[in-house]
């Protein structure tokens, strides 16, 4: 996927917003149709349905026939490949779209390879019924089928072309690399190298803050209220274009530079949940939680790794992340008074001293050795039953035959 920003005119932009909105309004009544589905009332209607019904309406309803059939035909095809997807286990179940968020609207075929260029640093695009658009050519354009036309919270239009990128080759130096991601520092390499998105500046970050309390004291419904949501839009929009930018130069320097990437196997949803519970059961540290959570997902753990499995197939290895930051890199010892704070390991066996997150990693890079040999209760490696650390249980006992 290659994107580019676009930069319609106003008159543009206000046909854009259309097809955005005529796209938003076939997926959401198509989706509609397939959740009134009950075992006994039949089935829904499929796409070939749901295409003539289109057809139907359009002829009815003058707005949506001002539209692009092109348009609103493949938001249905869309919205087919998207149950599709469901059913076969590779993405998440459909949902609803609203307005100002995911808007945007795809084209296929012939329609799609209308692009011209204008000079060196800028093209145009035809887009359907709205004419031909402008876009900055950042990078070459690779070979497309299709591209999609989006619009961010900020107010930013893009444009997208589907195109699946060449892997980048392995060195062929044999070198094997372990990360270990972080909060302090988003990832750490066990060549000792540390590395972190830049994120806001302080001015900003002060900025957003007045911005969010600003936003608390305005009224629900008001253009003042709907203005700071942009500003704070813009505001994050910016964050998440260092993150991305950040993850995108440090994916391809590590697959450039080494032939196997080891990383810690996280599950980073359930580690982002809130904490907050029920009202009948409410949950506990739910502000450092929330801070740690916002840590997490700053720091973009997830979209590194995946990025890293799109750029070197193959070469990225999960490895249990169970003890990495305990056991010694040098001699093997695992316990937890060997961390004695976030960034300082010294071993409680052998004395080695390390950076921990450099120690973690290193663990990481010979493939977590130490998950096999787990401690047992509260620090000891006895393999008897029951550890000598345990408190008795009060059991009953055996029945004798």
Request: hydrophobic letters at 35%; one cysteine or more.
């Amino acid at each position: 996927m290659s994107r580019y920003r676009l930069y319609p005119t106003r008159e543009q932009e206000v046909l854009l917003l259309d097809a955005c909105g005529h796209a938003r309004y076939v997926w959401n009544l198509a989706l509609e149709q397939r959740l009134m589905w009950r075992r006994w009332q039949g089935p829904t209607p499929g796409l070939a349905e749901q295409s003539r019904q289109l057809t139907e309406a359009r002829s009815e309803f003058q707005w949506l026939a001002d539209g692009s059939v092109t348009v609103q035909q493949q938001a249905l095809r869309d919205h087919d490949q998207a149950w599709r997807n469901f059913f076969a286990g590779t993405h998440d179940r459909p949902t609803w779209r609203k307005r100002g968020q995911a808007e945007g609207f795809r084209v296929v075929g012939a329609q799609a390879l209308r692009v011209r260029q204008d000079n060196r640093r800028w093209s145009s695009v035809l887009v359907p019924k709205v004419g031909w658009v402008r876009f900055k050519r950042s990078q070459t354009l690779p070979e497309w089928k299709s591209y999609r036309v989006t619009r961010d919270r900020a107010g930013r239009w893009h444009i997208a072309f589907a195109a699946i990128p060449e892997p980048i080759p392995a060195p062929g130096t044999g070198e094997v690399v372990g990360g270990d991601r972080g909060v302090k520092a988003a990832v750490t390499l066990s060549t000792g190298e540390m590395s972190s998105p830049a994120g806001l500046r302080s001015k900003e970050a002060e900025r957003r803050l007045r911005l969010q309390r600003k936003l608390a004291r305005q009224k629900k419904g008001g253009r003042r209220r709907s203005r700071t949501k942009v500003a704070l839009a813009r505001i994050a929009a910016r964050e998440a274009d260092r993150r991305k930018d950040w993850v995108e130069k440090t994916s391809t320097d590590l697959a450039r530079r080494f032939d196997v990437i080891r990383v810690e196997d996280l599950k980073v949803k359930q580690m982002t949940r809130s904490a907050r519970g029920t009202l009948a059961e409410p949950g506990r540290n739910v502000r450092a939680k929330a801070g740690l959570n916002r840590g997490i997902l700053a720091a973009g753990w997830s979209m590194l790794v995946n990025r890293l499995e799109q750029k070197a197939p193959g070469r990225v290895e999960k490895v249990p992340a169970a003890y990495t930051s305990q056991r010694c890199n040098a001699c093997g010892h695992v316990a937890g008074e060997s961390r004695e704070s976030q960034s300082r390991f010294r071993c409680v066996a052998c004395g080695h001293e390390a950076n921990a997150d450099v120690n973690a990693a290193r663990n990481i890079a010979d493939g977590n050795p130490g998950a096999g040999r787990a401690l047992a209760a509260r620090g000891d490696r006895v393999k008897s039953a029951r550890s000598v650390k345990r408190e008795p249980q009060r059991t009953r006992p055996p029945k004798v035959a």
